[in-house]
Nanobody
Framework: QVQLVESGGGLVQTGGSLRLVCAAS????????MGWFRQAPGKQRELVAA???????NYADSVKGRFTISRDNAKNTVYLQMNSLKPEDTAVYYC??????????????WGQGTQVTVSS
């Protein structure tokens, strides 16, 4: 009923930038929080950044000052601007959206994941 499609991953050098995009579509009445998790090789899945429908943001300490999360509520889209990338940022990044449907309770939907690789 709801699909999240991610784009923007890729291979960059240390210090480079990428912008991830995640667009939700389908049977959507409203979206509360949206955000990004990542999972690096050999590590647990980690919350990178989140943003509420009102624009309040939350970041992992490891990315504060380097990453910026934003959203366009009219487009049901969340963005992650990643600057000053480091090799430790290498991971698969998954977006999520907490969606309330027209006739359904809130549920967390996930994107398919996009690979970010930062070379050392």
């Amino acid at each position: 009923q709801v699909q999240l499609v991610e784009s923007g991953g890729g291979l960059v050098q240390t210090g480079g930038s990428l912008r991830l995009v995640c667009a939700a579509s389908g049977s959507i009445f409203s979206i509360n929080a949206m955000g990004w998790f990542r999972q690096a090789p050999g590590k647990q899945r980690e919350l990178v950044a989140a943003i509420t429908s009102g624009g309040t943001t939350n970041y992992a300490d490891s990315v504060k000052g380097r990453f910026t999360i934003s959203r366009d509520n009219a487009k049901n889209t969340v963005y992650l601007q990643m600057n000053s990338l480091k090799p430790e940022d290498t991971a698969v990044y998954y977006c999520y959206a907490d969606v309330t449907g027209w006739r359904t309770n809130e549920y967390r939907y996930w994107g398919q994941g996009t690979q970010v690789t930062v070379s050392s």
